[in-house]
């Protein structure tokens, strides 16, 4: 089956500082891809949805100037998480659809950002 | 606006015997798609089983099947021969399917734990 590949896996870095988080789709093109966030014990709520070629679509309360998202290929698409501050740890999941099949959708690993 | 609910905060059940999860949805459009996910500890999205709004038959993969009463907008998820590795987190999930608005909605979830 398509395979949805997150980097990294995990991650701590200090507050102030920036973190990318790469999602890759390996053997499909995606035209759009979801980013999500779960805190602990809590489900995933979408942050944003990432347009090949365009901008991203972001989902209220979610700041866009903090949150970056790029999706410059079919295939990778980027969320970096600008001047971390320990609020913004959590675990972070990217997730892609093939255009053509609704029955579908791929997650990546998800990526546990921890702020100190 | 899409909506799941699910009731169950924990579950509990005995190796070996089945299980029915709760989910509930709300939608005012008849064309959508629901899904059930587990997630382990590790963090990873596993899908499990997809029930499309026109789908006639309950869907069945395995030892999952997917108990779909349109009229009641209900989509529960029965696992039958429950085994110990099944504990885990699960999420009902859905998406429409031609409204362009493809992103997951999830549920709050239902922690399942199976006894020896």
Known sequence: GAVVS???????????????????????????????RQFP??????????????????????EKDKFLINH???TLSTLTV?????????FYICSARQAAKNTEAFFG???????? | AQKITQTQPGMFVQEKEAVTLDCTYDTSDPSYGLF???QPSSGEMIFLIYQGSYDQQNATEGRYSLNFQKARKSAN?????????DSAMYF????????????????????????P
């Open chain 2, 92 to 115: 009902c999930a859905m998406s429409l399917l031609y409204t362009g608005r493809r992103a997951l909605t999830f549920g709050s979830g239902t922690r399942l734990q199976v006894q």
């Open chain 1, 82 to 90: 600008t001047s971390a501050h320990p609020e913004d740890s959590s």
């Open chain 1, 41 to 62: 014990k809590q489900s995933l709520m979408l942050m944003a949805t990432s347009n090949e070629g365009s901008k991203a679509t972001y989902e209220q309360g979610v």
């Open chain 1, 109 to 116: 690993q998800g990526t546990r950002l921890t702020v100190v």
């Open chain 2, 77 to 85: 998820l029965v696992i039958s021969a429950s085994q110990l590795g």
């Open chain 2, 36 to 38: 059930w996910y587990k």
């Open chain 1, 72 to 74: 410059a290929s079919l």
């Open chain 1, 6 to 36: 997150q980097h990294p896996s995990w991650v701590i870095c200090k507050s102030g500082t920036s973190v990318k988080i790469e999602c890759r789709s390996l053997d499909f093109q995606a035209t759009t891809m979801f980013w999500y």
